[in-house]
């Protein structure tokens, strides 16, 4: 396919898209206009996990109890319920089943809850515990279920249709008013941002079914005085952000549109005169020193508090706000000087929400390599007072630092603590060197004309603006 089309094999993406476009206006056209079309109605909400019924009924071809994504949910080895007597299947099986059934209940109703009423614990014991408990092999009581299915805006999301409807409900009705404002620190974001990221990523809700639940609800509060309170805030701050919002859906098709217009930039500088990065001594030397860089970068251990607490969350949930993405790789450009290749994919492998083109386009962007856009280097200090004044979010993924006030934390990497490692570079070195590369290409004659075509190419088509990235 690619041969015939005259697209070398190497530029292939590896989402495996490929299309030869006669017009990128006319495509965008056409997508808006389907954003538009009539959508596909929601599934009806599933009441509870009817894997429980019936392994509490005694059903003998009853599964695992296969819910959540806790120690030993939905990996099939938890016993089916086959052989426990009969008799024992009595007040604790009926308890289990209750408290559990209503676990489930209120993680459909609540899938991320308000970090300020407190986050669930994540319940460590296995499925077979739990069925011993219920048999009457060992005492239990309220308190030891705990929250069976463990979910919180800092724990991994559950990904199906069902899910993605109710996150998408649960941001229109109760936590869009808090997007503007709320989405760039990693303490708010996971509540304030809309969550969806990873529902449209693996297709359990379409673009277009998000973009009209979001002009249902605008159309609702249209003609509201901003003051009305409505659903736990102003009628116009609930306007300003699902806007906001609704603005971002048209990115995320734009952005996925770069890469099926230009499948080559997964490999080269969307702009091509920054591959003189390449041989022109940006990288750190010798072999050795780019090697440690890399590393620390990779197992968040910088020495940068929000940095190495970004990055280790990031591993852990697969969800990170876009500011603190946006940190990370500018760390990793500006300040330890590596490749933008070399954070690509691991980056990719981290996200629950990958998606190619966004990722290519938003970590080139970042890196600076666009040469149409603004070059941006986030100080990470700055970052974590901003973002971070009580140092909450450093903390609890860093637990080096667990114990130390946020004065301590805030004072990092300057002033350091025994048991975290100091910072892997000087920032105020390494960036006066980076920037003086990255603006040389960027002034110069072929960067300015790769600038025009990339400007040309992919940049925004919105009128009444002029073009940009």
């Known amino acids: 396919l690619s ?74 080895h938890g016993s089916s319920g086959r052989g426990v007597p009969e008799a024992s299947r009595t007040e604790a099986a009926a308890e289990l089943l209750a408290r559990v059934s209503t676990a489930v209940n209120r993680t459909l109703a609540d899938p991320i809850p308000d970090p300020r009423n407190g986050v669930p614990q994540v319940y460590n014991r296995s499925v077979q515990t739990v069925e011993r408990a219920a048999a009457g092999s060992e005492l239990f009581s309220a308190d030891d279920l705990g929250e069976f299915i463990p979910r919180g805006p800092h724990l991994p999301q559950r990904v199906d249709e069902t899910s993605a409807h109710t996150v998408l409900d649960s941001f229109l009705r109760r936590r869009g008013h808090a997007y503007s404002g709320g989405m760039s620190s990693p303490n708010s974001a996971p509540y304030a941002a809309s969550r969806l990221s990873v529902h449209l990523a693996w297709g359990t809700v379409s673009l277009r079914t998000v973009f009209h639940a979001h002009e249902l609800r605008l159309s609702e509060l249209k003609g509201l005085p901003a003051a009305t309170q409505i659903d736990g805030a102003g009628a116009g701050r609930w306007r300003k952000s699902l806007t906001s919002m609704q603005q971002r859906l048209f990115w995320h098709d734009h952005f996925v549109q770069r890469l099926e217009d230009e499948p080559a930039t997964e490999f080269e500088p969307i702009n091509r005169a920054f591959a003189a990065l390449e041989h ?118 860093i637990p080096e630092l667990a114990q130390h006030p946020a004065s301590t934390v805030h004072a990092l990497p300057a002033t350091p603590v025994a048991g975290y490692p100091a910072g892997v570079v000087d920032y105020r070195t390494e960036t006066a060197i980076a920037k003086g590369h990255l603006y040389r290409i960027k002034g110069s004659a072929a960067g300015r004309e790769e600038a025009r075509r990339v400007l040309d190419r992919h940049g925004s088509r919105k009128r009444g603006r002029a073009r940009s990235g």
């Not at 596909?40 to 005694?58: D, E, F, M, R, S």
């Open 280 to 397: 022109d001594g940006f990288f750190p030397e010798p072999a050795a020193e780019y090697e440690r860089r890399l590393t620390a970068w990779l197992s968040g251990m910088t020495g940068y508090p929000m940095v190495d607490a970004s990055i280790r969350a990031l591993r852990t949930t697969g969800y990170l706000p876009f500011r603190m993405r946006a940190m990370i790789v500018s760390f990793a450009i500006h300040v330890l000087r590596l490749s933008w290749r070399d954070i690509l994919y691991p980056m990719a492998g981290w996200m629950a929400d990958y998606v190619p083109g966004i990722h290519l386009s938003q970590l080139q962007m970042q890196a600076a390599l666009t040469g149409i856009n603004t070059i941006r280097v986030y100080s990470p200090v700055k970052q974590l007072i901003d973002h971070d004044p009580d140092a909450i979010f450093a903390r609890r993924w």
């Open 3 to 76: 041969s015939r089309r005259g697209v070398a094999f190497h530029e292939v993406p590896h989402n495996c898209t490929i299309r030869r476009l006669r017009s990128r206006d006319e495509r965008i056209a056409l997508v808006h206009a389907r954003l538009r079309e009539a959508e596909i109605p929601a599934p009806q909400v599933i009441p509870q996990a009817p894997a429980l019924k019936q392994w509490a009924t005694g059903a003998d071809s009853a599964p695992g109890l296969g819910v959540g994504n806790g120690p030993g949910a939905g990996n099939g």
